[in-house]
């Protein structure tokens, strides 16, 4: 069955330091989004992202974040200067274009900034 | 705005029924989900409801939508160890691009 995946699962950093965190949706989907979710809190929105384009993202998601789809594949979510409060789970999901209330999310990056 | 509300622990005893309950503020939302996430893992879809149902009804799971007081259950029969997890309750938005909308995740305990 096809997933979602996302490298690392794991990722260290130091506070000040940019972070990219990887995804590959499913290949017939056509729209993504990222999530985080600090330990312990509700899994929160970060941004959506169809056509090449961002199409709704929440406060969080400052001009410290930035997402990209660089190629056919891959889906991207950039951090450029982390700080503490960026450390969280980070999922991303993806789901067709027919398919509109079915998201599937893959594994997570936990990310912790030092 | 867009709001889910659900108790934050429940803890059983194997072979009982567990009820999870979640309330919900956007009377819109056509679609509601449960999720599961385990320790250390990622958000596996059990399954969701349409707006337009009373119930779901999945092997063990049973969904219950009270569309009028904004209120979704999940219930569990004969509820096992290996569902202790955090159950997450969500809602579909309805701008943009259809995110979703998470409670904070009721955490399961099942005692042997």
């Known amino acids: 069955e096809p997933e979602v995946t996302q490298t690392p699962s794991h990722q260290v950093t130091q506070m000040g330091q940019e972070v990219i965190l990887r995804c590959v949706p499913i290949?017939?989907?056509?729209?993504f989004y990222w999530y985080r979710q600090i330990l312990g809190q509700k899994v929160e929105f970060l941004v959506s992202f169809y056509n090449n384009e961002i199409s709704e993202k929440s406060e969080i998601f400052d001009d410290q974040f930035s997402v990209e789809r660089p190629d056919g594949s891959n889906f991207t979510l950039k951090i450029r200067s982390t700080k503490l409060e960026d450390s969280a789970m980070y999922f991303c999901?993806?789901?067709?274009?027919?398919?509109?209330?079915?998201?599937?999310f893959g594994p997570g990056t936990r990310l912790t900034v030092t | 705005g867009e709001d889910v509300e659900q108790s934050l622990f429940l803890s059983v005893r194997e072979g009982d029924s567990s009820v999870i309950n979640c309330t919900y503020t956007?009377?819109?939302?056509?679609?509601l989900y449960w999720y599961k996430q385990e320790p250390g893992a990622g958000l596996q879809l059990l399954t969701y409801?349409?707006?337009?149902?009373d119930m779901k009804q999945d092997q063990r799971l049973t969904v219950l939508l009270n569309k009028k007081d904004k209120h979704l259950s999940l219930r569990i029969a004969d509820t096992q160890t290996g569902d202790s997890a955090i159950y997450f309750c969500?809602?579909?938005?309805?701008?943009?691009?259809?995110?979703?909308?998470f409670g904070a995740g009721t955490r399961l305990f099942v005692k042997a």
């Open positions: 290949s017939n989907h056509l729209y």
């Open positions: 969500a809602e579909k938005g309805n701008t943009g691009g259809f995110k979703t909308i």
């Open positions: 999901a993806s789901r067709t274009s027919g398919s509109w209330y079915e998201q599937y």
């Open positions: 956007d009377s819109s939302s056509t679609y």
């Open positions: 409801i349409f707006s337009n149902m």
